[in-house]
């Protein structure tokens, strides 16, 4: 979590500072980053940098998160749009997040480099524990007449299976550099498995 001073910055500082560590981090890998580059290319102290955030890492998930929120506010249109339908719902997710032009080359390096702690801030778009409000919020309006669910807590354990078949088509697209299509045909082929379900 940044530190108040970077909460306290004048926008056009802030986002000068974001757009700086999203450029790296578009660049490189988390770990390959450089908080050197970071403040060359916002334009200031190195030490300035310490003032905003504990280390690279916390500049990092902070970009994460911000997108997932923006994402997540994305998911939950698309719900609404096909009526709480957790399938057709995740369909386009899944195209929006493949063809994502303005973080394509941060969402590569984050997905082609995964670990747990990144794996739960993309996860957390859509399922999380059922206390919390994020999924109070996203279980309101999925249309569970469509799952073999008993509860919320099993409706939980949906979202993780269709979340994780989700990550790992993106990460799979983002390694063979697929194309769009080939890509999009192979999740479907996934996702209308879970829908028709494994067993006969």
Same mark, same amino acid.
């Given at each position: 979590?940044?530190?108040?001073?970077?909460?306290? $910055?004048?926008?056009? #500082?802030?986002?000068? /500072?974001?757009?700086?560590? %999203?450029? &790296?981090? *578009?660049?490189?890998?988390?770990?390959?980053?450089?908080?050197?580059?970071?403040?060359?290319?916002?334009?200031?102290?190195?030490?300035?940098?310490?003032?905003?955030?504990?280390?690279?890492?916390?500049?990092?998930?902070?970009?994460?998160?911000?997108?997932?929120?923006?994402?997540?506010?994305?998911?939950?249109?698309?719900?609404?749009?096909?009526?709480?339908?957790?399938?057709?719902?995740?369909?386009?997710?899944?195209?929006?997040?493949?063809?994502?032009?303005?973080? $394509?080359?941060?969402? #590569?390096?984050?997905? /082609?480099?995964?670990?747990? %702690?990144? &794996?739960? *801030?993309?996860?957390?778009?859509?399922?999380?524990?059922?206390?919390?409000?994020?999924?109070?919020?996203?279980?309101?309006?999925?249309?569970?007449?469509?799952?073999?669910?008993?509860?919320?807590?099993?409706?939980?354990?949906?979202?993780?299976?269709?979340?994780?078949?989700?990550?790992?088509?993106?990460?799979?697209?983002?390694?063979?550099?697929?194309?769009?299509?080939?890509?999009?045909?192979?999740?479907?082929?996934?996702?209308?498995?879970?829908?028709?379900?494994?067993?006969?």
């Amino acid at each position: 979590m940044p530190k108040l001073t970077f909460f306290n $910055l004048p926008e056009i #500082k802030k986002q000068t /500072l974001i757009n700086a560590a %999203k450029q &790296e981090f *578009s660049r490189v890998p988390l770990f390959d980053a450089s908080i050197a580059n970071i403040v060359k290319a916002a334009g200031i102290p190195r030490g300035s940098f310490y003032q905003y955030f504990e280390d690279k890492e916390d500049a990092f998930f902070y970009l994460l998160n911000e997108h997932s929120k923006s994402k997540k506010q994305q998911f939950i249109f698309f719900l609404n749009k096909y009526d709480g339908d957790i399938f057709n719902t995740m369909a386009e997710f899944y195209q929006l997040m493949i063809k994502d032009e303005e973080d $394509l080359n941060f969402l #590569k390096n984050a997905f /082609l480099n995964m670990t747990h %702690k990144i &794996e739960r *801030s993309f996860e957390k778009m859509v399922s999380d524990n059922e206390s919390s409000g994020n999924f109070k919020e996203i279980s309101s309006i999925i249309d569970k007449e469509q799952l073999n669910i008993t509860n919320d807590g099993e409706l939980v354990h949906v979202l993780q299976i269709i979340m994780a078949v989700t990550l790992r088509n993106i990460v799979d697209n983002f390694a063979k550099d697929l194309p769009y299509e080939v890509a999009v045909k192979n999740y479907m082929i996934e996702i209308n498995l879970l829908k028709k379900g494994l067993s006969k």
